[in-house]
C-alpha cells in the first residue's frame, strides 16, 4: 500500500503544480500583461 500512498501524494503534487501555473498565468492575461507564460 505504500507504493500506491506515494503515487496519490506524486499526483496530488503535480496537480497543485499545475493548479498554480494556471493561475499565475490567468492572472498575468487579466492584468493585460505583454509576456504571460
Known amino acids: 500500500m505504500l507504493g500506491l500512498e ?3 501524494l ?3 503534487n503535480e496537480v497543485e503544480l499545475r493548479k498554480l501555473e494556471v ?3 490567468l492572472d498575468c492575461l487579466a ?3 505583454k ?3
Do not use: D, G, L
Open 31 to 33: 492584468h493585460n500583461r
Open 23 to 25: 493561475r499565475r498565468r
Open 35 to 37: 509576456s504571460c507564460p
Open 10 to 12: 506524486c499526483v496530488r
Open 6 to 8: 506515494r503515487w496519490a
